[in-house]
């Protein structure tokens, strides 16, 4: 087998869980709101799922560093996955939705950073780009979100589960064709873990870059909202979507060209500055599809910040503990980002509408920028590797 051919089948499971990824981030708000949730209390449920990614994401990390493999930890995740949603999306009340919610996204949170993970290091192998490996997520996401919804906004979005199920049974199939990660190393102990606590440009990083990512999971939440607002149906949301993840797409495939010219923070930073431009021009949106316009910049923002945030932090986490590691990095970037990106977002929405929660995300991505240039300029924050 080729090292192409070899690929396939994590470049499909990307692609698959990513689609499904999609499902969820882009209907989920209003499938609740279908269920007669109020913005608020949308917010709760959206938070439950990065409040249990915290617990999850670690969790799984480490037991796939300790028994050095990620294809059996994503194969009893992609199973909880398919299970869990079948539950979950039986549930009518505010209490049994987080309830069971927090059950469905302990096995659904780990899946996309394991697969990242995974990709990371058979890049490594192979002496491959990372990011070219990365697109198939971004264009499994970019699919779904303009296929279902189309399909959503002739059907009804009470019927997600199903798009959701296909996608996560593709997810499962493909899992069994993986080549998993071989690590040559002293096995793991939970001791080990204090490695990642003790090293203090990783975690300085983290808190930093929350500034940032809580602006970025906020949007997550609350942009298909906003397009309601503004006047936009089921359809526009797929749309934005679509142009969105598409030029992130773009930005990872063509990551093998532009990004080893500059240290990673370099690019942080970069795309902090166009995530402050980008919220504070959505603050104005009198429009959906001045929102939809402008979503081009979710690839400049996102697509540029994730990868170049991915990569500083696999430099400055041990190779023992690279699961481990890189679970920590998407519970902060995804999970403690989530939770209060989804309260604070549901709250600011309900109370001032969507215009006035973007212009906060704004001032919050500004104070991001500001503090990780700061940080760029420190000593440990020119640090290159601690791997060994």
């Not at 979005?157 to 593709?170: A, D, H, K, N, S």
């Not at 431009?277 to 540029?304: C, E, K, N, S």
């Not at 212009?359 to 920028?369: E, H, I, K, P, S």
Request: with cysteine.
């Amino acid at each position: 087998m080729s090292k192409t051919e070899s690929l396939i089948p994590l470049k499909m499971l990307l692609f698959s869980f990513h689609a499904t990824n999609t499902i969820i981030l882009s209907y989920l708000p209003l499938y609740l709101k279908y269920k007669g949730l109020e913005g608020t209390e949308i917010g709760y449920v959206l938070a439950i799922g990065p409040l249990a990614s915290i617990f999850a994401q670690p969790f799984w990390g480490y037991l796939s560093d300790k028994y050095k493999t990620v294809k059996r930890i994503l194969l009893i995740c992609i199973v909880g996955l398919l299970i869990g949603s079948v539950l979950f999306f039986q549930m009518n009340t505010l209490v049994t939705i987080l309830l069971m919610g927090a059950i469905f996204y302990f096995f659904v949170t780990p899946i996309g950073a394991l697969g990242d993970s995974l990709a990371q290091r058979r890049a490594d192998d192979l002496g491959a780009s990372f990011g070219s490996i990365r697109t198939w997520g971004s264009i499994g996401f970019a699919t779904s979100s303009l296929l279902i919804g189309a399909i959503l906004n002739k059907a009804g979005v009470q019927y997600m589960i199903w798009p959701y199920l296909f996608f996560g049974i593709i997810a499962l199939f493909v899992t069994f064709r993986l080549k998993d990660v071989k690590v040559e190393s002293k096995p793991v102990h939970i001791k080990d873990v204090g490695k990642l606590i003790k090293n203090k440009p990783f975690l300085i990083f983290l808190v930093l870059m929350l500034f940032i990512t809580i602006s970025h999971r906020a949007n997550d939440s609350f942009m298909g909202l906003y397009i309601e607002q503004l006047g936009g149906n089921d359809f526009l949301v797929g749309l934005a979507w679509f142009v969105g993840v598409a030029s992130e797409a773009a930005v990872f495939f063509l990551a093998g060209y532009w990004f080893k010219k500059f240290h990673p923070l370099f690019f942080v930073i970069i795309a902090g500055v166009l995530y402050s431009i980008r919220w504070f021009i959505y603050a104005l949106a009198d429009d959906p599809m001045y929102v939809i316009a402008l979503q081009f910049l979710h690839g400049l923002t996102f697509g540029v910040f994730y990868l170049a945030a991915f990569d500083y932090v696999s430099r400055l986490i041990p190779k023992l503990l690279q699961s481990t590691g890189h679970l920590v990095f998407f519970a902060t970037f995804f999970g403690i980002s989530g939770i209060i990106g989804s309260l604070m977002g549901g709250a600011l929405i309900d109370s001032f509408g969507g215009g006035r929660l973007y212009f906060f995300m704004g001032c919050l991505a500004v104070a991001g920028t500001i503090l990780l240039s700061i940080y760029h300029a420190l000593p440990f924050g020119k640090k290159v590797s601690e791997q060994g």
